[in-house]
């Protein structure tokens, strides 16, 4: 009869595995969420006032070469500018134009809107503001004319 310690474990699959599975299952709803309150803390109206300057940041203000921006700052800022110029349906519908052409400025599209809708507001008042709501962005637009409102 053989009496050995070292039993297999199931199907030949070890402590290794187990733990190779939790973190597989982990790690990306740790990075969603590292991601989402990261994005949370960007100043995306524009509005200089309210912005929280930390030590990195006042750092790379110094710094002579700029980094080329993303794609989703110069969108917000672009569409900003034409909020103000022309209206709000119009920064609205290029705002949707411009996801259905890259979709990888989806991810983006929420915080966008609602970057226009705290604009519009202050451009145009909450009444007015709200007449140009549509659902870009399931209505994330809205959401930020509500949120300049209050």
Same mark, same amino acid.
């Given at each position: 009869?053989?009496?050995?310690? +070292?039993?297999?474990?199931?199907?030949?699959?070890?402590?290794?595995?187990?733990?190779?599975?939790?973190?597989?299952?982990?790690?990306?709803?740790?990075?969603?969420?590292?991601?989402?309150?990261?994005?949370?803390?960007? +100043?995306?109206?524009? $509005?200089?006032? +309210?912005?929280?300057?930390?030590?990195? $940041?006042?750092?790379? %203000?110094?710094?002579?070469?700029?980094?080329?921006?993303?794609?989703? $700052?110069?969108?917000?800022?672009?569409?900003?500018?034409?909020?103000?110029?022309? $209206?709000?349906?119009? %920064?609205?519908?290029?705002?949707?134009?411009?996801?259905?052409?890259?979709?990888?400025?989806?991810?983006?599209?929420?915080?966008?809107?609602?970057?226009?809708?705290?604009?519009?507001?202050?451009?145009?008042?909450?009444?007015?503001?709200?007449?140009?709501?549509?659902?870009?962005?399931?209505?994330?637009? %809205?959401?930020?004319?509500?949120?300049?409102? +209050?």
């Amino acid at each position: 009869m053989n009496h050995s310690t +070292n039993q297999p474990t199931r199907c030949g699959r070890g402590p290794a595995r187990r733990i190779g599975r939790s973190l597989a299952l982990v790690l990306p709803v740790v990075l969603v969420l590292s991601g989402t309150l990261a994005v949370t803390r960007v +100043n995306w109206s524009g $509005d200089s006032s +309210n912005s929280v300057l930390t030590a990195a $940041d006042a750092t790379l %203000a110094d710094a002579k070469p700029r980094a080329p921006r993303a794609p989703q $700052d110069v969108l917000r800022d672009q569409l900003l500018t034409e909020l103000q110029e022309k $209206d709000p349906g119009i %920064a609205l519908t290029h705002l949707q134009e411009a996801v259905n052409g890259r979709p990888t400025l989806a991810g983006h599209c929420a915080s966008i809107a609602r970057a226009l809708g705290r604009a519009a507001v202050r451009v145009y008042g909450p009444t007015r503001a709200q007449s140009y709501a549509r659902p870009v962005c399931d209505t994330s637009f %809205a959401t930020g004319v509500a949120a300049a409102h +209050n």
